[in-house]
T-cell receptor, first 112, second 116 residues
Framework: AQSVTQLDSHVSVSEGTPVLLRCNYSSSYSPSLFWYVQHPNKGLQLLLKYTSAATLVKGINGFEAEFKKSETSFHLTKPSAHMSDAAEYFCVVNSGNTPLVFGKGTRLSVIA | GAGVSQSPRYKVAKRGQDVALRCDPISGHVSLFWYQQALGQGPEFLTYFQNEAQLDKSGLPSDRFFAERPEGSVSTLKIQRTQQEDSAVYLC??????????????FGPGTRLTVL
């Protein structure tokens, strides 16, 4: 069985400050992990993915995430928030031949 | 090129009505997925097609839900005798490869279904 826990339902940061969105996962097998972003009235867009290569993964728009097996975590970070980063973010896990399992999402607000 | 499209974007149904939601995947994509996203929740898997074959329908919540992809391209999700708990955004995604989940899934904008 697989599951994902996004530890914060809402995160608010000031523009230009760092972003940290936390995610913990549970998986019986070596997982693939993803972060997706969902802007209002738009489709989900893949930010980055981890598939057992380098543990520090770089994605689009300056986001990155680090896979930490010992902590079963895959937190998403960005050094400096931009207004356009305001959206809903989903951490996603998948193992082998199984469907994607989404977390409940974290809403990121960016304050000018 | 065109992404995944879904129609209608919004659908209001009276309880008990049947609805049909359409998904046009990216041309040439082998795999097609349907998800249900309730308000304030993450998407939940409903069903998966590889070409025209429905390989996994374990996420369909009841026998009122039915999906098809007869020619391996366009897919339709049908909900019979809609109930208020069916109100959600229905997302379609496609990817170029199988097996499930290994390749990036490209999502459509979704159909927001409201059952009154």
């Amino acid at each position: 069985a697989q599951s994902v826990t996004q530890l914060d339902s809402h995160v608010s940061v000031s523009e230009g400050t760092p972003v940290l969105l936390r995610c913990n996962y549970s998986s019986s097998y070596s997982p693939s992990l993803f972060w997706y972003v969902q802007h209002p009235n738009k489709g989900l867009q893949l930010l980055l993915k981890y598939t057992s290569a380098a543990t520090l993964v770089k994605g689009i728009n300056g986001f990155e995430a680090e896979f930490k097996k010992s902590e079963t975590s895959f937190h998403l970070t960005k050094p400096s928030a931009h207004m356009s980063d305001a959206a809903e973010y989903f951490c996603v896990v998948n193992s082998g031949n199984t469907p994607l399992v989404f977390g409940k999402g974290t809403r990121l607000s960016v304050i000018a | 090129g065109a992404g995944v499209s879904q129609s209608p974007r919004y659908k209001v149904a009276k309880r008990g009505q049947d609805v049909a939601l359409r998904c046009d995947p990216i041309s040439g994509h082998v795999s097609l997925f349907w998800y249900q996203q309730a308000l304030g929740q993450g998407p939940e898997f409903l069903t998966y097609f590889q070409n025209e074959a429905q390989l996994d329908k374990s996420g369909l919540p009841s026998d009122r839900f039915f999906a098809e992809r007869p020619e391996g391209s366009v897919s339709t999700l049908k909900i019979q005798r809609t109930q208020q708990e069916d109100s959600a955004v229905y997302l379609c995604a496609s990817s170029s490869n199988s097996p499930v989940g290994w390749d990036e899934q490209f999502f459509g904008p979704g159909t927001r279904l409201t059952v009154l």
